[in-house]
């Protein structure tokens, strides 16, 4: 099994900027994916964006420019900078991760509420 933990939500004022965290534990998956999801309330779950233990990254079109993810192998934690933030990034981030392998997200961590103000 695999946990993971983030951390850092919080309340930021629009134009604002937050990084989460995700710490991973458990079992080590020797090639993985690591990806950042939100979801707004009353909307679907969205996908951010994703890294790989390489430390590629590729992120929705919509999140390109103001998310980064980046991560440190060594802490086995990746990290979500967000900047520019603007009230619609109002949300529940979670991150998940996969083997390389498989298409579906096996593992995700409970969430962190990140709530911007205008």
């Known amino acids: 099994q695999v946990q993971l933990v983030e951390s850092g939500g919080g309340l930021v004022q629009a134009g604002g900027s937050l990084r989460l965290s995700c710490a991973a534990s458990g079992r080590t998956l020797s090639s993985y994916v690591m990806a950042w999801f939100r979801q707004a309330p009353g909307k679907e779950r969205e996908f951010v964006g994703h890294?790989?233990?390489?430390?590629?990254?590729y992120y929705a079109e919509s999140m390109e420019g103001r998310f980064t993810i980046s991560g440190d192998n060594a802490k086995n934690t990746v990290y979500l900078q967000m900047n520019s933030l603007k009230p619609e990034d109002t949300a529940v981030y979670s991150c998940?991760?996969?083997?390389?392998?498989?298409?579906?997200?096996?593992?995700w961590g409970q969430g962190t509420q990140v709530t911007v103000s205008s």
């Open positions: 890294i790989t233990r390489s430390g590629r990254t």
């Open positions: 998940a991760a996969r083997a390389v392998t498989v298409s579906e997200y096996t593992y």
